[in-house]
């Protein structure tokens, strides 16, 4: 399949996908050992590659989502015709375990051969492991670094509503 | 009226042209948090002083972080 798709495409390049799955807090290792596998199924048979698979583990999130306040976060970045993504997301929406599923176009117009596959068997093992958030705490860091901006903004947008008032 | 205006605050500029090495992304809500407000709404830049360029791949990042449960739409007290 080399032919393009689409206009907008150059001939014998592809599209990268980012694309994030949230699954519900209680799922297992063998949930997400089927979603990755029936997701790399789905992608080979419509002719794209995955070029990555995150585990972001067990996070919060920032509301609440099917009734829980947390998540597994599973990160993935495919490669492939536009064909690929609606099958991908009609797949995802088969799977009981996933709350929500978010793709993103990342580049277009990639020449599918500079972008190596890296995905491996002792990965999808790796991946399948459940960690509970390590990435919180990282955030809240750099969240204690940026409230003093915070502060700067809400200064200055009692200065400017000042100003109207003199005005009228 | 003019001159009033003109002696409130120093020059704002946009955080990303100075500093080229941020990248504004969805995925890292560490940066965005820094341009919403405590209810989480959108900083506008008028007062974040961000270009238009950033202020527009900015909003992107964040209403992309707030679907995927990254960011809050809205804080409730």
């Known amino acids: ?168 | 009226m003019r001159d009033r205006k003109r002696r409130y605050g120093r020059k704002k500029v946009c955080m990303f042209c100075a500093d080229k090495n941020i990248v504004i992304d969805y995925k890292n809500p560490s940066i965005l948090k820094g341009f919403t407000t405590d209810r989480g709404k959108i900083v506008p830049s008028r007062i974040s002083g961000n270009c238009a360029k950033h202020q527009r791949s900015l909003t992107l990042a964040i209403k992309r972080a707030r679907m995927v449960a990254l960011m809050p739409f809205t804080v409730i007290d």
């Not at chain 1, 997701?39 to 829980?68: C, F, H, P, Q, T």
């Open chain 1, 1 to 168: 399949m080399t032919l393009s798709r689409s206009y907008q495409d150059e001939i014998g390049s592809e599209r990268e996908y980012e694309l994030i799955v949230i699954l519900k807090p209680d799922s297992t290792k063998e949930n997400i050992q089927v979603l990755t596998k029936r997701l790399l199924e789905m992608v080979d048979k419509n002719s794209g590659k995955v070029l990555n698979i995150e585990n972001w583990g067990r996070r919060n999130l920032a509301y609440e989502i099917a009734k829980s306040k947390k998540g597994i976060y599973l990160y993935f970045r495919l490669l492939g015709y536009y064909e690929l993504i609606p099958e991908v997301e009609r797949l995802l929406r088969m799977i009981e375990k996933v709350v929500r599923y978010q793709t993103i176009l990342v580049d277009e117009n990639v020449d599918p051969t500079a972008r190596p596959d890296q995905v491996d068997e002792a990965m999808l093992d790796a991946i399948s492991e459940i960690h509970t958030a390590v990435y919180n705490e990282e955030t809240d860091e750099n969240s204690e670094k940026n409230s003093d901006d915070d502060n700067d903004f809400e200064d200055e947008e009692e200065a400017d509503f000042e100003e109207d008032e003199d005005k009228e």
